[in-house]
Antibody, heavy 119, light 106 residues
Framework: EVQLVESGGGLVQPGRSLKLSCLAS????????MNWIRQAPGKGLEWVAS????????YYADTVKGRFTISRDNAKNTLYLQMTSLRSEDTALYYC????????????WGQGTLVTVSS | DTVLTQSPALAVSPGERVSISCRAS??????MHWYQQKPGQQPKLLIY???NLASGVPARFSGSGSGTDFTLTIDPVEADDTATYFC?????????FGGGTKLELK
């Protein structure tokens, strides 16, 4: 069974940093592209960043480019999101999601970790 | 960015058929996917590439469309289908989501 478990969320002041983790199990992590997707409270979904299976290709949404860094450690089956210069508008539930196949759908999602940016 | 437009809400009675629409601001070929999100839960993939049922999803769910107009159909609707349904395209970068359609049961 595919499992994705996010951690690292919490309350952080504007301008500070936070690092999220996503521990994967139930599949061969090194074979799949991975993504971070966020959902502000009561709002819709926003793709944040993606990374290919070998970290060769990395993409960011314009809203986080230059502030967030996605990375992965295939030996540890773990996906990361380093977030810096956090803003109130970054407040959201952050989901880790595994790529499907070539169609680039988000086939499996974790439960999410909540990031609240507030003074 | 490709904007996906969905109706905000629908209300139907159990046993009925419901169609949820998603319109893209530009063509996305058949690269449209549908997700179900129940309150307090993560989204779940229902349909990929417009019409392909994801693993474990009941055959009551189906998808259709291509280009800019897509539809998710549930027939028949069951009480457990109360949720918000999101469309998402992956033809154009960045990948974008619709605003979601909240399905309520009468």
């Amino acid at each position: 069974e595919v499992q994705l478990v996010e951690s690292g969320g919490g309350l952080v002041q504007p301008g500070r940093s936070l690092k999220l983790s996503c521990l994967a199990s139930g599949f061969t992590f090194s074979n799949y592209g991975m993504n971070w997707i966020r959902q502000a409270p009561g709002k819709g979904l926003e793709w944040v960043a993606s990374i290919s299976s070998s970290s060769s290709y990395i993409y960011y949404a314009d809203t986080v480019k230059g502030r967030f860094t996605i990375s992965r450690d295939n030996a540890k089956n773990t996906l990361y999101l380093q977030m810096t210069s956090l803003r109130s508008e970054d407040t959201a539930l952050y989901y880790c999601a595994r790529q499907g196949g070539f169609e680039r759908a988000f086939a499996y999602w974790g439960q999410g970790t909540l990031v609240t940016v507030s003074s | 960015d490709t904007v996906l437009t969905q109706s905000p809400a629908l209300a139907v009675s159990p046993g009925e058929r419901v169609s949820i629409s998603c319109r893209a601001s530009e063509g996305v070929n058949s690269y449209m996917h549908w997700y179900q999100q129940k309150p307090g839960q993560q989204p779940k993939l229902l349909i990929y590439k417009a019409s392909n049922l994801a693993s474990g999803v009941p055959a009551r769910f189906s998808g259709s469309g291509s280009g800019t107009d897509f539809t998710l159909t549930i027939d028949p609707v069951e009480a457990d289908d109360t949720a918000t349904y999101f469309c998402q395209q992956s033809w154009n970068d960045p990948r974008t989501f619709g605003g979601g359609t909240k399905l309520e049961l009468k």
